[in-house]
């Protein structure tokens, strides 16, 4: 599975983002699709993550005010984030688990976002 993402950049505080990233090659089977981030000197965290069936859950800091949305007939997933703060600064990166016999795990190339107070 190749993930391509795009949307970051920069914005202010505040604002918003909207992240996007589609899903090619091996497709069968994708379980669920999320998205993480890693600040400077910080772990990896979830961000948001939807499963097949459509639940989803949210990483604590972003709760209220980001939404996870995916299209499985494109095989694309989307993160809109609103009221945007500097502790939002990081590299978020699309993440893509499939499930046939065994999960597999794959990773997109990060985009940075970063936020301006």
């Known amino acids: 599975v190749q993930l391509q993402a795009s949307g970051g950049g920069l914005v202010q505080a505040g604002g918003s983002l909207r992240l996007s990233c589609a899903a090619s090659?091996?497709?069968?089977?994708?379980?669920?699709m999320g998205w993480y981030r890693q600040a400077p000197g910080k772990q990896r965290e979830l961000v948001a993550r939807?499963?097949?069936?459509?639940?989803?859950d949210y990483g604590d800091s972003v709760k209220g005010r980001t939404t996870i949305s995916r299209d499985n007939a494109k095989n694309t997933v989307d993160l809109q984030m609103n009221s945007l703060k500097p502790d939002d600064t990081a590299v978020y990166y699309c993440?893509?688990?499939?499930?046939?016999?065994?999960?597999?795990?794959?990773w997109g190339q990060g985009t940075q976002v970063t936020v301006s107070s």
């Open positions: 090659g091996s497709v069968f089977g994708i379980d669920v």
């Open positions: 939807v499963r097949i069936g459509g639940s989803t």
């Open positions: 993440n893509v688990q499939t499930l046939i016999e065994s999960r597999r795990v794959y």
